[in-house]
């Protein structure tokens, strides 16, 4: 199963390439755990490192009893989202900047694609309100080795994808990795409903 995805899908279509605000799309019947049926959003990619955090994985707690004082700038669900399975102690802060906000005037932001930003959660709360339509709080990240990334996108575990702000903000009700696919070339929307378990379709 996972040689027919590998040679006859991701592997058969044009590429883009890994880079900072990028999406990576798992493979249907990608075969791992953690990362089935992902959308991780590349914060960073350069020769020496890799890392991002997965949009697709809601956790049962709620931001205001981790941090409560972002919970206020937290789209709903207000919910802590599972980034990845590496240093789930640390928080990464994702944001969609309001329209007509010029990101690099405000420096507790740093720039990812459209409106999307990393927010440097150092910073205080109050200073970034009025700068965004919403944010959302990650425990942990995933990470690659150098040259890792693209040995599994060259075996066809990973399609990369242009990111929306709605991505990362979207309700709790939207399927993100089946919304990511709808919108990519011919054939990936018809793949867009695959199972996380085949045997339970």
């Known amino acids: 199963m996972a040689d027919l995805f590998a040679d006859r899908l991701f592997n058969a279509m044009d590429r883009n390439e890994p880079a900072s605000g990028m999406l990576l799309v798992a493979a249907p019947g990608l075969a791992s755990d953690e990362f089935s049926r992902s959308v991780i959003m590349l914060l960073e990619h350069n020769p020496s490192t890799t890392f991002g ?3 697709a994985a809601r956790s049962d707690v709620a931001v205001f009893n981790v941090m409560p ?10 919910a802590l989202y599972i980034g990845g399975p590496l240093n789930q102690q640390a928080v990464v802060g994702l944001g ?15 720039r990812l694609a459209n409106r999307l930003v990393h927010v440097d959660l150092r910073s205080d709360p109050e200073q970034i309100k009025d700068h965004v339509q919403g944010m959302r709080m990650f425990a942990g ?4 080795a150098p040259g890792q990334l693209q040995e599994e996108i060259e075996r066809g575990d990973w399609y990369v994808a242009p990111a929306l702000p709605s991505d990362v903000i979207a309700p709790g009700s939207v399927d993100i990795w089946g919304d990511v696919m709808r919108r990519q070339p011919m054939p990936l929307p018809l793949y867009s409903t695959y199972p996380d378990e085949v045997s339970e379709n």
Do not use: R
């Open 69 to 78: 004082e972002w919970a206020p700038l937290a789209a709903k669900p207000q």
């Open 141 to 144: 990240y995933a990470e690659w």
């Open 96 to 110: 969609v900047t309001k329209p007509g906000v010029e990101i690099a005037e405000h420096p507790y932001f740093n």
């Open 53 to 55: 955090v997965n949009l």
